[in-house]
Nanobody, 126 residues
């Protein structure tokens, strides 16, 4: 089992920045893939970004590419999502997720992730 706890969400003005953290505990050595998803009101949960165990491979959704950066500190079992140039449409609950296996074809699929955090709210005001 892997437990995930997100933090760092909050209210920010458009154009501002936030950094989300996801602390993992439990069988973290099995988490080859760590991802961030988000869910806006009335919408489905969508893929945002992911990073592999070694941190050498990252993927981003087009909607956040160039503005958000995913990173991980394996010594702290923590994954980060640095969010810059935030827009109102970035408002959502952000979820951290962990998966055992990485696939270059399915990294954006929710089914690739076995464990999920409870989410942290990010609200961007104009």
């Amino acid at each position: 089992q892997v437990q995930l706890v997100e933090s760092g969400g909050g209210l920010v003005q458009a154009g501002g920045s936030l950094r989300l953290s996801c602390a993992a505990s439990g069988r973290t050595f099995s988490s080859n893939l760590m991802g961030w998803f988000r869910q806006a009101p009335g919408k489905e949960r969508e893929f945002g970004a992911c990073i592999t165990l070694g941190g050498g491979t990252t993927y981003y959704a087009d909607s956040i590419k160039g503005r958000f950066t995913v990173s991980r500190d394996n010594s702290k079992n923590t994954v980060y999502l640095e969010m810059n140039s935030l827009k109102r449409e970035d408002t959502a609950v952000y979820y951290c997720a962990a998966g055992t296996w990485f696939s270059s074809s399915y990294y954006s699929s929710r089914s690739s992730y076995d464990y999920w955090g409870q989410g942290t709210q990010v609200t961007v005001s104009s």
